[in-house]
């Protein structure tokens, strides 16, 4: 499990020459929820726009994503259904429950590298509210939607980072605990 502040910037590295061939800029989002693919920056001076497909993805290293060839590499001919913080950005949404109840501006997602799928969500309320009360992170298996104004999740817990309550899955809240330090 990773987020996508961890993945940005990135270098993305093929294996069978061992050259650098881009960094990952954003991430490709579907209106499920899913995350497609990656957005790969390539070039020097004037930077060009790859996708990477995800199930095409070798590896993904601390330090870098391995990719077989670079041919697995598309020129972008259509913008992304959402990216994170380019066009169609989810970063920042107001996200609510599907019962109307606010939770927040979306500030960073948690998924599986391996199949895209998204299994958390990273919320404040603004800074002093970070400060006071620490990150939030919401488990949803899926969003219901993302629209053009807010994206609608089924909560299945809301945590903060601190202890997670009795018989709750330790799994985000511990990465969180490793992963900020």
């Known amino acids: 499990m990773r987020t996508f502040s961890l993945l940005k910037g990135q270098p993305v590295f093929e294996t069978r020459s061992g050259t650098r061939i ?21 070039g020097v001076f004037f930077k060009q726009t790859f996708f990477l497909d995800i199930q095409k993805v070798a590896a993904f290293g601390w330090d870098g994503v391995m990719v077989e060839d670079t041919k697995q590499l598309q020129k ?3 913008n992304p259904e959402y990216t ?3 066009q169609h950005s989810i970063d920042g949404m107001l996200m609510l429950t599907k019962s109307g109840e606010s939770l927040g501006l979306l500030k960073d ?3 599986q590298e391996e199949v895209g799928t998204i299994v958390g969500y990273e919320i404040t309320d603004g800074f002093f509210s970070e400060i006071t009360e620490g990150k939030q992170v919401i488990q949803s298996g899926k969003p219901l939607a993302i629209g053009k104004d807010a994206i609608i999740v089924d909560v299945n817990e809301n945590l903060p980072t601190g202890e997670p309550k009795e018989g709750e899955d330790r799994g985000i809240v511990e990465f969180m605990r490793s992963e900020f330090k």
């Open 22 to 42: 881009g960094e990952i800029s954003d991430l490709c989002i579907s209106g499920t929820g899913k995350v497609n693919g990656l957005l790969v920056k390539k």
């Open 76 to 78: 972008l001919k259509k």
């Open 84 to 86: 994170f913080n380019h």
């Open 109 to 111: 997602v948690y998924f």
